[in-house]
């Protein structure tokens, strides 16, 4: 079975689907500040600016333990 060439692709690079549910980060929050946590593509980790963490997502999951999460550089 071969492709359609014409056919356009489904999406482009930037706008691929995050690893984690978008709806499950609307929902999750630092478990040390209780604030909103911003993803970061490029580290595949969820950043807390306010306690000053990433936390880490492995296989699509969001590991929200504060000792496994990497301290951010000042």
């Keep these: 079975m071969t492709e359609n060439p014409t056919a356009a692709p489904d999406a482009e690079p930037d706008d691929l689907a995050s690893p984690v549910d978008p709806k499950l980060l609307e929902i999750l929050v630092c478990p040390l500040t209780k604030t909103s ?8 980790e969820l950043v807390s600016d ?23 550089a000042d």
């Design 37 to 44: 946590l911003r993803y970061d593509r490029a580290r595949n």
């Design 50 to 72: 306010a306690a000053g963490l990433a936390y880490p997502i492995r296989d699509g999951i969001p590991i929200m333990l504060p000792e496994e999460a990497r301290k951010l």
